[in-house]
């Protein structure tokens, strides 16, 4: 079993930065491919990054490419994501998820996806006032 905690989230203003880490137990946190994840109040969880079990890809969606950074230490057992430029609209809670099976025959394509993934932290709230 594998648990993901989450921290760094906070309130900032709009154009102001956080970054946001979250810590796995396990041995095997090297070997899993890793994702962000938001949900605001009223909407569902969507998509905002992931990243390759050796780090060597990285995707974002749309809405936060050149805005946001996702990286991970495998010796801290962490990852992270560095939000900067961040707006109104950003306002969630925040998870990061965690995907410990083989790559399929679509590759990371299936990682937009929340139910490609095994395990979930708690979240934490990320508020952006204007």
């Known amino acids: 079993q594998v648990q993901l905690v989450e921290s760094g989230g906070g309130l900032v203003q709009a154009g102001g930065s956080l970054r946001l880490s979250c810590t796995a137990s396990?041995?095997?946190?090297?070997?899993?491919?890793l994702g962000w994840f938001r949900q605001a109040p009223g909407k569902e969880r969507e998509f905002v990054a992931l990243?390759?079990?050796?780090?060597?890809?990285?995707n974002y969606a749309d809405s936060v490419k050149g805005r946001f950074t996702i990286s991970r230490d495998n010796a801290k057992n962490t990852v992270y994501l560095q939000m900067n430029n961040l707006k109104p609209e950003d306002t969630a809670v925040y998870y990061c998820?965690?995907?410990?099976?083989?790559?399929?025959?679509?590759?990371?394509?299936?990682?937009?996806?929340?139910?490609?993934?095994?395990?979930w932290g708690q979240g934490t709230q990320v508020t952006v006032s204007s």
């Open positions: 998820a965690a995907d410990s099976g083989p790559l399929g025959p679509l590759g990371l394509a299936p990682l937009y996806l929340a139910h490609s993934y095994d395990y």
């Open positions: 396990g041995r095997t946190f090297s070997n899993y491919r």
């Open positions: 990243i390759s079990v050796s780090g060597g890809t990285k």
